[in-house]
């Protein structure tokens, strides 16, 4: 038996998921550990989403009613649910998205975060009040619950995408359709089993809040098409983003996208190299390179760019890849083939256009023959090509270097991506510039920290390809509501806005 199946068994129990809910279907589900098949997990057909987003609807219908601060409760509820499952739960995330132990858990602990920031929401759901230009009148905002919010992830970040999401538009009124990715759903079961519990504790909640449809592009569409669906939230590649965004609008549904990245890091002269290295080092091998937020291009000044490659590069040496469940080891696998394909395609092409690879071969195939493990790769560049300007799933890190930092940052912007940026500077004038209006076109603009693990706290997603959402802190809320402007007259009058006359 496989590594990964030895341990499947107990954790699914453990978060309450019974054998039946994971085998007899058609969905084979492989660890990218080694390969292995860990599961047959059963499939809805479009007719079946039809009918779970119309339960859906109904839950929504009744959910809204129940005030902001009781729907909180129950987020309060799924939060202690994830505190006692985070083990299990972080361990399911490595067995299922190859991701090291460490970050499995960080990814739950996110879950547990947006939860917290939730619960305060759910007594904060403020709006304006705003001045009316009419004697005797009073104008206001009121947020009022949205509808059934769809929520579609991808494997990367398989459990948090959909906590950001489901924890916001609980308490804000909303009932959540989930499609997780198909390389998933292992993880996305037991999140739903998780919330059941936390739902059963509540008491009274409506049945049908939040559920989960497994499936391919079919069910997707299913989702996406339905009007009955007010928001759909998809969090993947530009190219998934580029067919629900038009499908959704196209009967004026909402979505927020949250899609590719192409994040780059600019290193100066007074940057303190110690702290670029490992910043660096982290956002760019961290989850195997496979971060929406993942540090895909460094920009070094000349006078750096030697000394932060080659002590890049020792660093690169030293990192312990395989296993992500062993403790120690920092890179664990790709998600599987095609990702290893492309990558390699990635690098050939870069050859081509005159780069220098470091890395990035496939290493472990006697252990793991049927996984794929990597070397991450550093590739200097000598240009921003158009395969930099490609957003590559994996461990790529191209390098490219500058003179002048006006034109560091027209690099950093001048890729069709626009989701994270950072700088290492130790330069007012430097870091002030990169954040200011003539710096980074990134939704995320970081000074002295890498680009990716960001808190919950902050409004995350980006720019240009990247679709333009935000979504987990700040008032990411307010995508999962719908505002109404109300004007009250307490006068005897009745004048109108603008001065306008009409007096019979
Ligand atoms: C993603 O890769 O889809 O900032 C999300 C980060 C994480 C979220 C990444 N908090 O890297």
Redesign the pocket.
Known sequence: MSLANALLPQLMQNLGLAASAYAGGTLAVHSPIDGSQLALVPTHSPQQVTAIIGKAHESFLSWRQTPAPRRGELIRLLGEELRASKTDLGKLVSLEAGKILSEGLGEVQ?MIDICDFAVGLSRQLYGLTIASERPGHRMMETWHPLGVVGVIS?F??PV??WSWNTALAIVCGDSVVWKPSEKTPLTALACQALFERAAKRFGDAPQALSQVIIGARDVGEALVNDTRVALVSA?GSTRMGREVGPNVAKRFGRSLLELGGNNAVIVTPSADLDLAVRGILFAAVGTAGQ???TTRRIIAHHSVRETLIERLKKAYLALPIGNPTAPGTLVGPLIDQASFEAMQQALSQARQDGASVFGGERVLQDQFPLAYYVKPAIVEMPSQTAIVCHETFAPILYVMGYADFKDAIAMQNDVPQGLSSAVFSNDLREAETFLSVSGSDCGIANVNIGT???EIGGA?GGEKETGGGRESGSDAWRNYMRRATNTVNYSKELPLAQGVRFDV
């Open positions: 996110e991808a990367n970040f948090a995408v969090t971060r929406c937020t990716s693990g960001a995350f």
